[in-house]
């Protein structure tokens, strides 16, 4: 290949003009079309980016230079989430300082990502460690503060033994485990930092009906959320106040048989009867210790012990014995319930190791002895409810006499809690608070911060509950901004969450160091027209954006509530099959493909593998069908002239444009990819000379896709100023008529025929044109044949008669 061919001599000439021309960056100020497309910053926790992570970027980045090319003013910034486990965990496994290694880390991802061409706009560049950046973290903080939406509290939290640090409830997967290192999670008791998200959970909810999310995405947030409509029903207690609990199935009420509170449950010690307190306070302190150690779910339903003594059933009157037991947990509901063991598999795991009575009241065919009957059907041995179809209308009815009692209102509960942001690890935001004993715990002052985050040498975590920072005199001593007497700084750094809660807010106003977010440039540019990510942050990054922007809208710094209107996940590239991760060894770096193949021919594989919603397997053999497709657009050049453009070359141009106009947006890359490749082989193929015109618009075609090709391709064609300035080409409809089209036709099913004819020709003169060819008449022996199935445009097919 000559040099001026070599990928990797354009490629660098052009991304060194582009840089030199500014064309990337966007006056913010004086846009006149904004659009705001993102991506989600990468976290620089490795040694580089994976082809997964070149995958998304390009995907984001096609998006982005089409709606360019569409006529608006696109900001497209990038930056490095930098702060948090993942980054400090990689610097202890490779012996380095997080400070140091972080820098580097960065440095490297910055020169992948300036390879792969993308249209970044460098000026807005942010990294979460960077102080400039942190400050305003922790000014977020301080706001929420003082709205009362942070606080802290003594709860039992998630503590992952590996990482030796607090997980929100989000970061523990079902399994029980840590969705970062797959460690099983334990719990433990400690004073930790909670945003109280809980008070935006029904909005949360509402506004994902009016988001333009995939429903994937949005059933992930609903579920998580986890609202439950139900009703708090009081049973009464002799010689106490009544016990309340939640039930989303008001209508099995005449099933429960037993109560049972949860081992923790602020009254269970209190409803023990005294001679019984002992036993009570034994086991509840035996059960504290095993859900510390994470062993809580291991036979947890034939564990319990009775209080001995009763509530009574607000419509029956009948006693229901009181028990505590493992499987009911103070987080959920009211950390207490009714049990009704005919219609729940859990409550009948525990009345059977126990020996406490089944009743069935939804009748079902099999009965309730052996197993529970979870499903719909009539009620029975419900007094005067039976009969009625359940769980409804006959819900409605129980909670209608419920509440005429006075023991039941209709409730709503939410599975969300509060987001606890604590971390007990050292590479994190230190959390702008002081603690004095004589003002409480009070904010840093506004003034004062970056809270800066020392230089530590010893700064593993302890795996005590306390920050490395803990360890540092010169850190935690300070004075109370209040009263001026010595205090102690907050240790804890916060969840690295926090950090990218807000990081498209200040994107615009990166270069500003006196505001978090310019109001006037927040206005113009926000919220978000594009988001491009991984649905695997549905329940994390996403949930937190949305619930940090709500909080800023109440509290007057913007004027919208949502970030994030549309969102688009892509999907995931797995090696051998499996998702890429070091300890499977299948990681695959970019480098050297972009080295071999150049990095135009390295994005059209990537988006050529398979839908970009789907992803794919990396299978680097079929990189060198992009490559040559590559080479085959230069070397037409050498067949271009300024002639006229025959009618077939013109009808392949527009059904180009059609389709790639189509398919971009729409993020159908790979079709778009496979259209352009069709198109050149369009004029591969042509006879004769190759019409400027059509190269030059299967450039501009290009340009999203092969940024740096499509620019040489331009600029060799003779074309004026940038390929990436240029108004997107337009298609004639009228061209994408065919003038003629091919008709098959066969006979029993197989081809024998064809016929050239214009297009729309009517189905009986189809018929009359195939009877009457020679081959055809000779195969029908002269005669009719005994069906004919016509299909216009592309099939006539003749059933001859059976013998």
Same mark, same amino acid.
């Given at each position: 290949?000559?040099?001026?061919?070599d990928?990797?001599?354009?490629?660098?000439?052009?991304?060194?003009?582009?840089?030199?021309d500014?064309?990337?960056?966007v006056?913010?100020?004086?846009?006149?079309?904004p659009?705001?497309?993102l991506?989600m910053?990468?976290?620089?926790?490795?040694?580089?980016?994976?082809?997964?992570?070149?995958?998304?970027?390009?995907?984001?980045?096609?998006h982005?230079?089409?709606q360019?090319l569409?006529?608006?003013?696109?900001?497209?910034?990038?930056?490095?989430?930098?702060?948090?486990?993942?980054?400090?965990?990689?610097?202890?496994?490779v012996?380095?300082?997080?400070?140091?290694?972080?820098?580097?880390?960065?440095?490297?991802?910055?020169?992948?990502?300036?390879?792969?061409?993308?249209?970044?706009?460098?000026s807005?560049?942010?990294?979460t460690?960077?102080?400039?950046?942190?400050?305003?973290?922790?000014?977020?903080?301080?706001?929420?503060?003082?709205?009362?939406?942070?606080?802290?509290?003594?709860?039992?939290?998630?503590?992952?033994?590996?990482?030796?640090?607090?997980?929100?409830d989000?970061?523990?997967?079902?399994?029980?485990?840590?969705?970062?290192?797959?460690?099983?999670?334990?719990?433990?008791?400690?004073?930790?930092?909670?945003?109280?998200?809980?008070?935006?959970?029904e909005?949360?909810?509402?506004?994902?009906?009016r988001l333009?999310w995939?429903?994937?995405?949005?059933v992930?947030?609903?579920?998580?959320?986890?609202?439950?409509?139900?009703?708090?029903?009081?049973?009464?207690?002799d010689?106490?106040e009544?016990?309340?609990?939640?039930?989303?199935?008001?209508?099995?009420?005449?099933?429960?048989?037993?109560?049972?509170?949860a081992?923790?449950?602020?009254r269970?010690?209190?409803?023990a009867d005294p001679?019984?307190?002992?036993?009570?306070?034994?086991?509840?302190?035996?059960?504290?210790?095993?859900?510390?150690?994470?062993?809580?779910?291991?036979?947890?339903?034939?564990?319990?012990?009775?209080?001995?003594?009763s509530?009574?059933?607000?419509?029956?009157?009948?006693?229901?014995?009181?028990?505590?037991?493992?499987?009911?947990?103070?987080?959920?509901?009211?950390?207490?319930?009714m049990?009704?063991p005919?219609?729940d598999?859990?409550?009948?795991?525990?009345?059977?190791?126990?020996?406490?009575?089944?009743?069935?009241?939804?009748?079902?065919?099999?009965?309730?002895?052996?197993?529970a009957?979870?499903?719909?059907?009539?009620?029975?041995?419900?007094?005067?409810?039976?009969?009625?179809?359940?769980?409804?209308p006959?819900?409605?009815?129980?909670?209608?006499?419920?509440?005429?009692?006075?023991?039941?209102a209709?409730?709503?509960?939410?599975?969300?809690r509060?987001w606890?942001?604590?971390?007990?690890?050292?590479?994190?935001p230190?959390?702008?608070?002081?603690?004095?004993?004589?003002?409480?715990?009070?904010?840093?002052?506004e003034s004062e911060?970056p809270?800066?985050?020392?230089?530590?040498?010893?700064?593993?975590?302890?795996?005590?509950?306390?920050?490395?920072?803990?360890?540092?005199?010169?850190?935690?001593?300070t004075?109370?901004?209040?009263?001026?007497?010595?205090?102690?700084?907050e240790?804890?750094v916060s969840?690295?969450?926090?950090?990218?809660?807000?990081?498209f807010?200040?994107?615009?106003?990166?270069?500003?160091?006196?505001?978090?977010?310019?109001?006037?440039?927040?206005?113009?540019?926000?919220?978000v027209?594009?988001?491009?990510?991984?649905?695997?942050?549905?329940?994390?990054?996403?949930l937190y954006?949305?619930?940090?922007?709500?909080?800023?809208?109440?509290?007057?710094?913007?004027d919208?509530?949502?970030?994030?209107?549309?969102?688009?996940a892509?999907g995931?590239i797995v090696?051998?099959?499996?998702?890429?991760?070091?300890s499977?060894?299948?990681?695959?770096?970019?480098?050297?493909?972009?080295?071999?193949?150049?990095?135009?021919?390295?994005?059209?594989?990537?988006?050529?593998?398979g839908?970009?919603?789907?992803?794919?397997?990396? &299978? +680097?053999?079929?990189?060198?069908? @992009?490559?040559?497709? $590559?080479?085959?657009?230069?070397r %037409? /050049? =050498?067949?271009?002239?300024?002639?006229?453009?025959?009618?077939?070359?013109?009808?392949?141009?527009?059904?180009?444009?059609?389709?790639?106009?189509q398919?971009?947006?729409?993020?159908k890359?790979?079709?778009?990819?496979?259209a352009?490749?069709?198109?050149?082989?369009?004029? &591969? +193929?042509?006879?004769?000379?190759? @019409?400027?015109?059509? $190269?030059?618009?299967?450039?501009? %075609? /290009? =340009?999203?896709?092969?940024?740096?090709?499509?620019?040489?391709l331009?600029?060799r064609?003779?074309?004026?100023?940038?390929?990436?300035?240029?108004?997107?080409?337009?298609?004639?409809?009228?061209?994408?008529?065919?003038?003629?089209?091919?008709?098959?036709?066969?006979?029993d099913?197989?081809?024998?025929?064809?016929?050239?004819?214009?297009?729309?020709?009517?189905?009986?003169? %189809?018929?009359?044109?195939?009877l009457?060819?020679?081959?055809?008449?000779?195969?029908?022996?002269?005669?009719?044949p005994?069906?004919?199935v016509?299909?216009?445009?592309?099939?006539?097919?003749?059933?001859?008669?059976?013998?």
């Amino acid at each position: 290949m000559a040099s001026d061919d070599d990928p990797a001599v354009y490629e660098a000439r052009w991304r060194a003009r582009w840089a030199r021309d500014g064309q990337d960056h966007v006056d913010l100020a004086h846009a006149a079309a904004p659009y705001y497309n993102l991506m989600m910053f990468p976290y620089p926790s490795a040694e580089g980016l994976h082809v997964g992570n070149m995958f998304a970027f390009t995907g984001a980045d096609i998006h982005g230079r089409f709606q360019r090319l569409q006529g608006h003013d696109v900001f497209e910034p990038i930056g490095f989430d930098a702060f948090g486990i993942h980054s400090e965990n990689h610097a202890i496994v490779v012996g380095r300082h997080p400070m140091e290694l972080v820098r580097h880390n960065v440095a490297r991802f910055r020169a992948q990502l300036e390879r792969l061409g993308a249209q970044y706009d460098w000026s807005k560049a942010v990294d979460t460690t960077d102080p400039r950046y942190y400050r305003w973290t922790q000014w977020l903080f301080l706001q929420l503060w003082k709205a009362d939406l942070a606080y802290r509290a003594t709860r039992p939290v998630k503590w992952c033994p590996r990482d030796l640090t607090v997980l929100a409830d989000e970061q523990v997967l079902a399994d029980g485990t840590c969705e970062r290192c797959g460690a099983t999670v334990l719990e433990r008791e400690l004073e930790q930092w909670f945003l109280r998200i809980t008070r935006f959970a029904e909005r949360l909810l509402q506004g994902l009906d009016r988001l333009d999310w995939s429903e994937t995405t949005k059933v992930a947030q609903r579920n998580w959320i986890g609202r439950s409509e139900g009703a708090h029903i009081d049973f009464p207690i002799d010689g106490a106040e009544p016990l309340r609990v939640f039930t989303t199935r008001p209508d099995t009420v005449f099933g429960a048989t037993f109560m049972v509170l949860a081992p923790d449950h602020p009254r269970t010690l209190e409803l023990a009867d005294p001679g019984q307190r002992d036993r009570v306070a034994a086991y509840a302190a035996e059960a504290e210790r095993r859900r510390v150690a994470g062993r809580h779910a291991e036979g947890g339903l034939a564990r319990g012990i009775a209080l001995g003594r009763s509530a009574r059933h607000p419509l029956t009157g009948a006693e229901l014995p009181l028990l505590t037991a493992e499987y009911v947990l103070s987080g959920y509901g009211t950390g207490a319930i009714m049990a009704v063991p005919g219609h729940d598999e859990r409550d009948h795991a525990f009345a059977t190791a126990f020996g406490l009575p089944i009743v069935e009241v939804v009748h079902s065919d099999q009965g309730v002895a052996r197993a529970a009957h979870l499903g719909s059907g009539t009620l029975v041995n419900s007094g005067a409810f039976s009969g009625l179809p359940a769980p409804d209308p006959a819900r409605g009815a129980v909670l209608a006499a419920l509440q005429a009692r006075g023991v039941a209102a209709p409730a709503v509960r939410y599975k969300l809690r509060d987001w606890g942001i604590s971390r007990q690890r050292y590479w994190g935001p230190p959390i702008p608070a002081v603690h004095c004993p004589r003002c409480g715990v009070v904010p840093v002052p506004e003034s004062e911060l970056p809270v800066l985050l020392p230089h530590v040498e010893a700064f593993r975590p302890l795996g005590t509950g306390a920050s490395p920072l803990a360890a540092v005199p010169e850190f935690v001593e300070t004075r109370c901004p209040v009263c001026g007497e010595p205090a102690r700084r907050e240790t804890d750094v916060s969840d690295t969450f926090l950090d990218s809660s807000w990081y498209f807010l200040r994107y615009p106003s990166a270069d500003r160091d006196d505001v978090a977010f310019d109001p006037a440039l927040t206005r113009r540019w926000l919220p978000v027209d594009t988001y491009i990510g991984g649905n695997e942050h549905a329940v994390l990054h996403l949930l937190y954006a949305r619930f940090v922007t709500m909080a800023l809208h109440d509290l007057g710094w913007v004027d919208f509530e949502e970030p994030f209107p549309r969102f688009r996940a892509h999907g995931m590239i797995v090696s051998q099959g499996a998702k890429m991760s070091k300890s499977r060894g299948n990681v695959v770096n970019p480098d050297g493909y972009m080295d071999r193949y150049g990095t135009d021919s390295f994005r059209l594989y990537l988006m050529f593998m398979g839908p970009f919603d789907e992803g794919g397997d990396f &299978r +680097d053999r079929s990189i060198h069908g @992009p490559s040559r497709f $590559l080479g085959q657009c230069f070397r %037409l /050049l =050498a067949r271009v002239d300024d002639g006229p453009e025959p009618p077939p070359l013109a009808r392949a141009r527009h059904a180009c444009i059609q389709k790639v106009t189509q398919d971009t947006p729409q993020l159908k890359l790979n079709t778009a990819v496979a259209a352009l490749m069709t198109y050149a082989h369009a004029l &591969r +193929d042509h006879p004769g000379p190759v @019409p400027r015109v059509s $190269l030059r618009t299967l450039a501009q %075609l /290009l =340009a999203p896709y092969a940024p740096h090709a499509a620019e040489e391709l331009w600029h060799r064609l003779g074309g004026s100023g940038s390929v990436h300035r240029q108004p997107w080409p337009a298609f004639d409809p009228a061209l994408l008529v065919e003038d003629t089209v091919t008709v098959i036709v066969a006979v029993d099913g197989r081809k024998r025929e064809q016929l050239v004819v214009p297009p729309g020709t009517s189905a009986p003169e %189809l018929e009359r044109m195939a009877l009457a060819l020679p081959r055809i008449a000779a195969l029908l022996d002269g005669g009719r044949p005994a069906r004919v199935v016509v299909v216009p445009d592309r099939q006539v097919n003749l059933v001859r008669a059976r013998p």
